[in-house]
């Protein structure tokens, strides 16, 4: 009888234990935190950067380092990634800003991807049933590195939704950050370089690389809507 009763808690212990661990309940825990982090970023409002300006007390490589996590953790949580890149380019200039924006670009899909892959991956996998989803997903886990260098080249897709696609999927870790790091540079730059040349709105170096912004903008939303038509003839 000692036995019995002693079994007893055991069994719920385990079965609790299982709950708390089972696909459903991390793929809540990961919901909640995106929601938390979206709650942060409203109400502290990390983009004042952009108008507020770095801590004078902090300076030279240390700041780099300092503003490449802060960017980390608010692309993981949802802050748009152009204003970080002005930003990066405004406080730091071309090359200190690129160095610390793509850095940051990674660090924060790195973040996006362990959270998604760790909680997130077995729950959404079963629920990769329809016809894109299932070419997506052998798109990302047959050809990581090519496919995820064309979403980061193309300034269609979202960074936030391309982290966690690539998560589900069976893509290994080191094609997507190298992926990530490489395809970020070109539009990155572009956005750094008009951060640091804003003070001086005509110059030839500012006027490229917003020229390169709206070029890549007006492009990404002729493929979208070419594609968008194209499935649309398809079905």
Same mark, same amino acid.
Request: net charge positive; proline share 6%; aromatic share 10%.
């Given at each position: 009888m000692f036995e019995t009763a002693t079994a007893r808690p055991q069994g719920l212990a385990v079965r609790c234990t299982r709950a708390l661990l089972s696909p459903w309940?991390?793929?809540?825990?990961?919901?909640?935190?995106?929601?938390?982090?979206?709650?942060?970023?409203?109400?502290?409002?990390?983009q004042?950067?952009?108008?507020?300006?770095?801590?004078?007390?902090?300076?030279?490589?240390?700041?780099? $380092?300092? &503003?490449?996590v802060a960017y980390g953790a608010c692309t993981a949580a949802f802050v748009p990634r152009p204003l970080?890149?002005?930003?990066a380019g405004a406080l730091f200039g071309s090359q200190a800003g690129l160095a610390a924006a793509i850095a940051g670009t990674v660090l924060g899909a790195g973040?996006?991807?362990?959270?998604?892959?760790?909680?997130g991956q077995d729950a959404l996998r079963p629920l990769l049933r329809g016809r894109?989803?299932?070419? $997506?997903?052998?798109?990302?886990?047959?050809?990581? &590195?090519?496919?995820?260098?064309a979403v980061r080249l193309f300034p269609g897709v979202p960074f936030a939704a391309a982290n966690y696609c690539a998560a589900v999927?069976?893509?290994?870790w080191l094609p997507f950050l190298v992926a990530t790091g490489l395809g970020s540079i070109p539009n990155t730059a572009a956005y750094v370089i008009a951060g640091a040349r804003a003070?001086?709105?005509?110059?030839?170096?500012?006027?490229?690389?917003?020229?390169?912004?709206?070029?890549?903008?007006?492009?990404?939303a002729a493929v979208a809507w070419f594609k968008r038509h194209h499935f649309r003839g398809a079905r």
């Amino acid at each position: 009888m000692f036995e019995t009763a002693t079994a007893r808690p055991q069994g719920l212990a385990v079965r609790c234990t299982r709950a708390l661990l089972s696909p459903w309940s991390r793929l809540s825990l990961l919901v909640v935190l995106l929601a938390a982090a979206g709650t942060c970023v409203l109400l502290f409002e990390p983009q004042r950067i952009l108008s507020d300006g770095w801590p004078a007390r902090l300076g030279g490589a240390t700041a780099v $380092a300092l &503003f490449a996590v802060a960017y980390g953790a608010c692309t993981a949580a949802f802050v748009p990634r152009p204003l970080l890149n002005l930003a990066a380019g405004a406080l730091f200039g071309s090359q200190a800003g690129l160095a610390a924006a793509i850095a940051g670009t990674v660090l924060g899909a790195g973040i996006a991807f362990g959270l998604g892959r760790t909680l997130g991956q077995d729950a959404l996998r079963p629920l990769l049933r329809g016809r894109w989803l299932k070419a $997506a997903d052998g798109q990302f886990s047959r050809h990581g &590195f090519r496919s995820m260098l064309a979403v980061r080249l193309f300034p269609g897709v979202p960074f936030a939704a391309a982290n966690y696609c690539a998560a589900v999927s069976r893509m290994g870790w080191l094609p997507f950050l190298v992926a990530t790091g490489l395809g970020s540079i070109p539009n990155t730059a572009a956005y750094v370089i008009a951060g640091a040349r804003a003070s001086t709105p005509t110059s030839p170096v500012f006027l490229i690389a917003m020229g390169f912004i709206a070029v890549t903008g007006l492009a990404g939303a002729a493929v979208a809507w070419f594609k968008r038509h194209h499935f649309r003839g398809a079905r």
